[in-house]
């Protein structure tokens, strides 16, 4: 069989889809209820610091809430945080592998002050929802700097929202170079 070379295409690399196979690639799914206007919904990033050999661990990230009542979502560098809250189970998205992600993210932190604002999107009215968030790899794709800290914020439109929130990532770790095609 002879493939015609008008449908040959140059091979391409997919580099998250990559993590995934070497075992670098995690994520943290949560669903909440009844988040009020007065009272957002918070998850602090804390990306993986300079290891002890001085290598710098990238992460990648994209992130996606899906609400049953409009809000805004916003992304935030620096927050002020007086604790951290509850620290969530990270996913390696490679089931068989056994490597654990070097960044925490925990759920409902104190923050007194958000910091600088990176993103910030609104979507969907009182009554109806939205998909809130910066989920298209490729283009929206943020390399958090491993000396900061970062918050997800969702405030409603209306009281008693619901959320499933996403967040999504592989590391950049020295041990797992880019192939070459």
Same mark, same amino acid.
């Given at each position: 069989?002879t493939?015609p070379?008008s449908?040959?295409?140059?091979?391409?690399l997919?580099?998250?889809?990559?993590?995934?196979?070497?075992?670098n690639?995690?994520?943290?799914?949560?669903?909440?209820t009844g988040i009020?206007?007065?009272?957002?919904?918070?998850?602090?990033?804390i990306?993986p610091?300079?290891?002890?050999d001085?290598?710098?661990?990238?992460?990648h990230?994209i992130?996606?809430t899906v609400?049953?009542?409009g809000?805004?979502l916003?992304f *935030?560098?620096?927050?002020?945080?007086?604790?951290n809250? @509850?620290e969530l189970?990270?996913?390696?998205? !490679? $089931?068989? #592998?056994s490597?654990?992600?070097?960044?925490?993210?925990?759920?409902n932190?104190i923050v007194?002050?958000?910091g600088?604002?990176l993103f910030?999107?609104?979507?969907?009215t009182?009554?109806?929802?939205?998909?809130?968030?910066?989920?298209?790899?490729?283009?929206?794709e943020?390399?958090?700097h491993?000396?900061?800290?970062?918050?997800?914020k *969702?405030t409603?439109?209306?009281?008693?929202?619901?959320? @499933?929130?996403e967040?999504?990532?592989?590391? !950049? $770790?020295? #041990?797992?170079?880019?192939?070459?095609?």
């Open positions: 069989m493939i070379t449908i040959i295409s140059k091979p391409g997919d580099i998250a889809h990559q993590r995934i196979h070497e075992g690639h995690f994520f943290v799914h949560r669903i909440a009020n206007i007065a009272n957002p919904k918070y998850f602090l990033i990306p610091r300079v290891q002890s001085g290598s710098i661990i990238e992460m990230i992130f996606e609400t049953d009542i809000g805004t916003g *935030f560098e620096n927050p002020t945080v007086t604790s809250g @509850t189970t990270i996913i390696n998205n !490679n $089931r068989r #592998s490597t654990s992600s070097l960044c925490q993210i925990f759920e932190p007194t002050n958000d600088t604002s910030e999107e609104r979507a969907g009182t009554t109806s929802g939205a998909e809130l968030g910066e989920f298209e790899r490729n283009d929206e943020i390399i958090l491993q000396l900061d800290t970062y918050i997800l *969702f409603p439109l209306a009281n008693n929202a619901n959320i @499933t929130m967040i999504n990532w592989y590391d !950049n $770790r020295p #041990s797992a170079p880019i192939p070459i095609p």
